[in-house]
């Protein structure tokens, strides 16, 4: 892990790095030795000592500040609050890729089990009659008829056509 330190109102000794990077290596566990890079700024305002930490670890920052009259104190509490964001994170990672594997393996499962849908079937209702009849003669016939539609084949051009009763009540046809 890289240091950089930054004082304001104030010089930042020798004990105060040993400190913080004593701090942190309570923390290694969590970044692994990756190259993590870590912004400590330490001020004083009147009689406050302030510490702050930054953490760069892969795509992630961590940032926590801590006020108190003891400046070991401050970074002491602000390096707990960073431990504390990046086990939330490391746990949150972990998860992650432990409910994507059980999804992966549920789907692998479930693919295995589900069969095939079922394709459409065609079902014959019935066998209609084609009759030679023109189109006037088959709208007479299904006025008669509780049918929807009828097939008949046109006795000019002896092509198959399908009349059928519209919902307004006139009849349309269709013709190849």
Do not use: C
């Amino acid at each position: 892990m890289r240091f950089e330190f930054t004082g304001r109102h104030i010089e930042v000794t020798p004990a105060i790095r040993a400190h913080v990077q004593e701090q942190f290596k309570k923390l290694d566990h969590i970044f692994n030795g990756t190259n993590a890079r870590a912004h400590v700024i330490i001020e004083v305002q009147r009689n406050r000592q302030i510490g702050e930490i930054v953490v760069n670890w892969r795509d992630h920052t961590f940032a926590a500040k801590d006020a108190n009259s003891d400046m070991y104190q401050a970074l002491t509490r602000a390096v707990s609050k960073l431990e504390k964001q990046a086990l939330k994170l490391k746990k949150k990672v972990i998860t992650r890729k432990k409910h994507s594997k059980e999804k992966i393996k549920d789907a692998a499962v479930s693919h295995e089990v589900e069969p095939e849908p079922n394709k459409p079937r065609i079902i014959t209702a019935r066998r209609y009659a084609v009759k030679p009849l023109t189109p006037e003669e088959a709208s007479m016939r299904l006025m008669d008829e509780q049918n929807q539609f009828l097939v008949f084949r046109d006795s000019e051009t002896d092509r198959v056509g399908v009349i059928y009763k519209r919902r307004d009540g006139n009849f349309g046809l269709i013709e190849p």
